[in-house]
Structures are given as C-alpha cells and as structure tokens.
C-alpha cells in the first residue's frame, strides 16, 4: 500500500510539476503572474488531439510512434506562438500592475475556452478524448503502473533536464536566469527584457502544451474547455509548496502534492470527489505548519 | 483613429487603475437615480415584461452588493480576491442548512449565514493573508473550485448537484407578480443600505487605514498600525456583505443552494460569480464603492438585453447563429466590449461621471473670476 | 540607562554580512548622526532596529526592553518610529488623512488629549512641517520636498521617544535643506532624541554632536563631527586610499 502510493505520488507528481513548470518560470524571469497558463494547457492538448487523428491516418504503421511526437511538436510550438502573441498583446503594455496581470489574464482564459467552444462545438468542449500514449501496464517494484503514466513522468523529467541545461549553457538561457535574479544589472549587461519576456512567453505556453498533452493523455484521457481552472489549481499548489520561480521548488512541489494527493484519495473513504479540494487542504496544512512559504523568491523587505 | 493612438490609449488604460480614493460622488445624483429605481416598476406594464426586468434588476441589485464588497476589500484595502464566490456560496448554504436542519425562519437563517460568511473570512484570513500578492491571489481563485469537493464528499448533507432546494420565499404570501414587486424593493432597499454602510466605512478613519495599507503596507506598519488586525477587518466585513447577498440570492432568485454558486462549468461566463465583481469594478472604477454598482447593472443590461436583442437583429437581416452559440458567441463580444470601455474610460465609467461633473462647476468659476476682473479694470 | 541600546547585531544576507557586529547607545535628548559609504549598511541597520528586518545575533533594547525581533507596528507603538530614505507616503490619501492613519495606531490613539479631536492633532502636526495648507491635497500632488516633511510629521504624530530618519535631506535643494535643518533642531529642542543617517555631510554635520561612521557593515569612528573630520580612516573610507 505504501508503496503504491509512494509510486503512484511520484509518477503523479512529476507530471504535476511540469504543469507548474511554465508558470513558475514565467514568474520567475518575468516576474508576472500569468494565469493563461491554464488555457495554453488547454490549447495545447486539444491542438494535439486535432493533429493526432489525421497524423496517424498520414504516417505508416512502421513509424506509428511518429504521430503523437509529430503530433506533440507541433502543438508545442503553435500553443508557444499563440502565447507569446497572447503576451505581446496584452500582458506585456501593463507589467507594472499586477492587478492589471491578473485579471487580464483570467479573461483570457475564459476567452480561449469560449473560443474552443465556438471552434470545435459543444461536445468538444465538454470532452475531447486524448489517447493515452502507451497502452498497458508496466512493472515498478512491486506495483503496476499504466504504461502512459510511467513514459509521462520520464518525458517530464527529460523536460526538467532539457531546461536545466538550457538556462546554464546556452546564452539566451543565461540572459534568462541573469533576469530573475538582478533585473538592472541584467539590464545593464545589455538583455533585452523585451525580447527576453517575449522569448519567455513563448517557452513558457510551449511547456504549458506539452504538460497538457502528457496530463491529459495520462491522467484524465480527454480535456475539457474549462480545464484551465484545474490546471491552474495545481500550477498553484506546486508553487505555494516549492516557491514561486524556483524550478527546482516545481519539482518539490509537485512530489509532495502527487503524494499527498494520492495519499489522501487512497486512505480516505470516499475520497476520490475530494480531489479538487486537496490542492487547497495541502496549501492550508503547508501554510499552517510554515508560514512564510517554502522555497522561491524571497521577498524580505524594501 | 491611427494605431498607436490606441495603443497609447490601452496602455493608458492599464496603468491608470488606480483611484483618488477620496472622490465624493454627487449624493444629489445618487438620489435622483434612486428615485427613479424606485419609480421603476410603475413605469412598466404589468405581466411578463415586468417579470422580465425585474428579474434581472434584482439580481442584479444582490449581485452588485456582493461587487460592492468586493471593492472594499480589493480597491480599497488592496487584498485581491479572484473567487469572491466563495462569500455568495457560504452565504446561500449557510441560510440553506440552518432551514433545512433546523427549520428556523429566514429572519434568523439569513443573518446566521452571514456570520458564517464572516467565520469564513477569518478562518481564512488567519492562515492565509500572510501569503504575498500573487500566492494570496491564486489562493483566492482556488478556494471556491476546492468547495465543489467538500460539497460533494458530504454529499448527503449539501445534496450534491442539486444542493439544498426549495427554500423559502421572503414573501411567501403574495401573488406571482406582486412578489417579483416586493423582492425588487427589498433588493433594492438591500442595495442602498448595504453601500451606504460599505460607503460610510471606507471614508471613514478606518477607511483611510485600509487605503493606507493598499498604498503602503510598510509605511502603514511604520505607522504603528497592526496591518493584519485591519487586513482581517476588511476580510470579514467583505464577507459579511457577500455572503448577505448569497444568502438572499437564494431566497430571492435561485430558491436553492446549490454548487453553482461557487462555480459553474456550465455557465456562459465560467466562475461568473468570482468575475462579475471584478469586472463590474473595473468598469465602473475601482475604489470607488459606487463604482461597482454601475459596472454590474452594465453587465447585466448588455447580458441579458443587449445580447438576445441582437442576435434577433441579426436574424432579420438575414443571419442566423446557432442558438447554442448565440451566448458564447455574445461573450466574446461582449469581452471585446469591455475591454473597449475600459480603454475609453480607464478609470470607471462611474468615475468619469463623477469628474465631468466635477469639472462641470468650474467653468463657471473661472467666469466669475474672468468677470470680477473686467469689472475691476 | 540608554534609551536606545544595540548590542551585537549582525545580519547576513546569503555570503554577504551586512551588520557585521555592531554595537552603539543612544541617550536620551542626544542627536546621533551616522554617516558612511553607499553599501556600508547603514539602511539595513535601521531596518534591524525598526523591526523590518530580523539579525541574526545581536539585540535591540528600548530603555532596557528587549524588541528584537519584534514587527514594526508594535516597535512603533513603543515609541521608536523611523522615516523612510524614499518617501513613501499614502498616495491616493489626502495630506491630512497620512498623518491620520498614524493617529488611528495604538500609540496615536492614546495619546489624543480629549478635548482634541484627531484632525485637530493632525493639522498641528501639519503646521509643525508647514503643510497645513496642502491639507486636503492628494498626497501625490505634492512635491518631493513636501513629502520628506509629510514623512517627519507622521512620524511625529506618534509622539514617539526616539526618532529614527533615514536620509532626511535626501533631494532637497538648499532652501528645502535649510527648513529641514531648522525643523530638525526644533524637535530636537521639543525633547525629541533623533538618529540621523545621512550623506549630505554638510546638512548632518551642522546638526549633530555625535557621529558614528559605517564601513562594510561595522562602526569603524565614533566622536564630534570636527573628530571624525579630521579622522584619517574616515576620509579614506570615503575618497578612496588615494590621498
């Protein structure tokens, strides 16, 4: 038992993290709280399902692995370009008001779920079927794993791993963590923040699609319109628990949410209909037993 | 209208958000739409068109009292809320157990449910408000998404789906029509009261507190002001009017208690009950208390009537839109719409009124001045 | 026994050491002044005392009480208030209702004669600085010089024992400076004890009796301002070791 659920929560909360993975970053390079996080998830895993079909009738039986990737690749980079233009658009003229930020970003959420709904039609909206990526199951220790969980959580930790290398070896990934750290001295090394914020925007909605397409082709099999609201929910949970920037706090968080989590649907009865409520119960706990958050950015004073 | 007159225009918008927080409005002005609310159902023919506007000005009259809440404690004291349906839930259930369990009459059910909504507020608060701005803003929108869990793990208790139906009217003894009267009034009596009492509170000495904290929390704390005593205060009273106007939501409008209050997937306007505050306000003006208010009965009329009546328009000329499209459709629209208002007015409609009223007396002044001179020399 | 007593304090920010140790006393009716580079920590010192900031060894003792670590609202109420080297008033507040935020704190409350309402107290404070008239002026429409007085009259409303200002003169012009000086001198006459740290040398020195001198977060002179003046390390610690 406690191994299943020791199992279960690490697999969970791996891909958790990576929904919190985009979010955290933007804040943590741009310093905006960009909550259409949640529809560039939503975006991108139902651009995936739309590109699936047609792919998979396209590419031989041979290569039939091709089609999610080719599939995934491309959601990623169009949900990437509809971000940063959501960003260019909006978010980017009012940086300085994080009330401005916040709400303006809710909007757009509810204004990219209203346009999945007038796009793709009512059923669409309300459930759209994501193949799980791996069918069957797969043997960890002593536990049975569905096989998509298992491959979700290994390509979310090569996500994790592909970043890191990013942001310490190449320049563009180094001009990125110059700015979270010291923004005028980033400023005064010469980064454009413009062009750095804009950069971020589209890698950020990029990693927003991919943990759509993982999350909703592993945990839930089929996106929903309004998902975003639980895409957020996480996103939200994973960062009050590791701190809001820090990356390695993502994955912290998300360990000890998708334990936690599975923990409590598992050992309370009846608690499988909880499970939108946990987020809130653990950050309640956390909060209670440290008050000044986790990890992340710390705010001190002046 | 060149592009980068627009986008000056937007940006402008954006960053003008903030309010003189000591704006009076024209208490005259006030009055006289008063009375005219007041007039309101003598003006209508009696029968369905009646029930129709009158429907939607009570809930709208509850729905602005729940934003006007909301702008005490976002605009005025500075603590964001995006799920202030959590007030409008807790009040509705709040009222909807203590009849259903306890059989007691809506005289006493009400009131008790507003002082859960204040429980709730500070058994919130406590552990929460020490959260920084983008945590405190992301928990607020989580809370009333977590509830729906709560509501149904209990699910016997708060009846699921359906909630708690069939609750009392708060006329249970009139006629159709003459109640839809009677629940105007009185939702509109809810309305100037409860702003007034909201109104009074924020220009008070409190009042310039909690604007002391939205400016400055450091300075307010250099001050010698427990900044978290007054954080709470503000949460609390915001509470006790949200969930005051959930509780007779119920009653008035719904008749249950039900998830929907807290979120609605289904709704045209997903969280519609956590959003409306937000955007009534800022239609209206931020921190203005009577801001809100405009903002929501402009919410509303384009909503319910501006929205069906074109669509029918549109027919006539020819196109047809889906019926199932028609109100997603008219909430892109009416998004645009919004965002439109807001580029024109940045700070509020409400408080672009107020001003030009304002600036309405001076011209005569300098008349005067100009006047005195002449005669001088 | 000293009014004000620091012992030891020391704050680490990750490798950097801020505070590193410092010790000093304040008197009742003194005028301390404390000078030093940028960086050498005189801010953060301030932060320490005031509550803003909690070291990570050391102590703070009000008339022998103990308020390290204590938040700044209850440091306040105790009688120990500071200004802010950037001002930061209440913007969207008029003049007057700064000064009555302050007056709505414990101590300001208390400390109202009853026969004077609060707005009665607040203008007084007002006309110590010489705002009354911009009394019901939105706080942002005044200017820079203003607000730096706006700040020592909501300080003053707390009646407090000591006064802590951080950078007072900061972007005066001579006329402001001046005002500043003699508005300085007057609260200290009223049986204020005020702690200034300041760059403007020439303001600071015309003020106090006694300076200390920061350096890389330690007091490396204490003494009259014509001592510290001639004080070799001082004068290198400023101008570089190229004299």
Known sequence: MLEAILIFGIINGLIYSLVALGFTTAYGISGIVNLAHGAFFVVGAYLYGLFLQPLSNIIPQEFSFLAPVTAAILSIIITGVIGSIFYRITLHHILGDEVSVLITSIIGCVIFQKLIYITMGYAAAFQFRIEPLLSGQVRVLNTYVPSGHVLAAIISLIAFSVLAIFISKTKTGRAMKALSQDLESAMLMGVSTEKMYTFTSLLSAGLASLAGILYTSALTQGVASQMWMQALAISFTVVVLGGLGSIKGSIFGGLIFGIAEYAATKLLPGGGVLQQSIPFIVIIIALLIRPKGLFGKKIEME | ?377 | MHLLEVKNLTKRFGGLVAVNNVSFHVDEGELLGIIGPNGAGKTTLFNLITGYLKPDSGKILLRGEDITGLPPNKIANKGLVRTFQIVRPFRHLPTIANVLVALQSYRGRRRIEWIKTAERKAMEMLEDVGLSDMALEPAENLSHGDLKRLEIARAMALEPEIVLLDEPFGGLNPVETEYMIKSLQRIHLDGHTLVIVEHKLHALMKLVKRVLVMHNGEIIAEGTPEEIAKNKKVVEVYLGKAI
């Open chain 2, 1 to 377: 209208m060149p592009l980068n007159t627009i986008t000056k225009n937007f940006r402008k918008a954006y960053t003008e958000f903030t309010t003189r927080i000591y704006d009076i409005p024209p208490r005259m002005l006030a009055f006289l739409i008063l009375v005219m609310f007041t007039l309101l159902p003598y003006l209508i023919p009696y029968g369905r068109p009646l029930r129709e506007i009158l429907s939607v000005l009570i809930s709208a009259n509850l729905m602005a009292i729940l934003a006007v809440s909301w702008d005490l404690l976002v605009g005025r004291t500075g603590l964001i809320s995006l799920g202030h349906a959590l007030f409008y839930g807790v009040g509705a259930y709040g009222t909807a157990i203590l009849y259903k369990y306890f059989g007691w009459p809506i005289w006493i059910t009400i009131p008790l449910g507003m002082l859960a909504g204040v429980g709730i507020a500070l058994i919130i608060g406590f552990p929460c408000l020490r959260l920084k701005g983008p945590y405190l803003a992301l928990l607020t929108m989580a809370l009333p998404l977590s509830v729906t869990g709560f509501l149904y793990y209990f699910g016997d208790v708060f009846g699921r789906e359906r909630g708690i139906a069939d609750l009392p009217r708060v006329f249970p003894g009139l006629r159709l029509y003459d109640r839809y009267i009677a629940d105007y009034y009185l939702s509109l009596a809810l309305l100037t009261i409860c702003s007034i009492i909201i109104y009074k509170l924020a220009t008070s000495k409190t009042g310039m507190v909690f604007v002391s904290i939205l400016d400055d929390e450091l300075a307010t704390k250099a001050c010698g002001i427990n900044v978290t005593k007054y954080k709470l205060m503000s949460l609390a009273i915001s509470g006790l009017f949200g969930s005051l106007a959930g509780a007779f939501y119920a009653h008035m409008v719904s008749g249950s208690a039900n998830p929907r209050f807290f979120m609605d997937p289904t709704a045209i306007l997903p969280m519609e009950n956590s959003l409306v505050p937000i955007i009534a306000a800022i239609l209206g003006g931020i921190g203005t208390i009577y801001g809100p208010i405009v903002g929501v009965y402009l919410y509303r009329l384009l909503q319910d009537f501006a929205f069906p009546r074109m669509f029918e328009c549109l027919k006539a000329t020819g196109i047809t839109v889906d019926v199932y499209l028609q109100p997603h459709i008219a909430l892109v629209a009416f998004i645009s719409i919004i965002v439109l208002l807001i580029v024109r007015w940045p700070r509020g409609i409400a408080r672009a009124i107020v001003e030009w009223l304002e600036d309405l007396e001076e011209p005569r002044e300098v008349e005067e001045i100009l006047k005195e001179k002449a005669e001088k020399g």
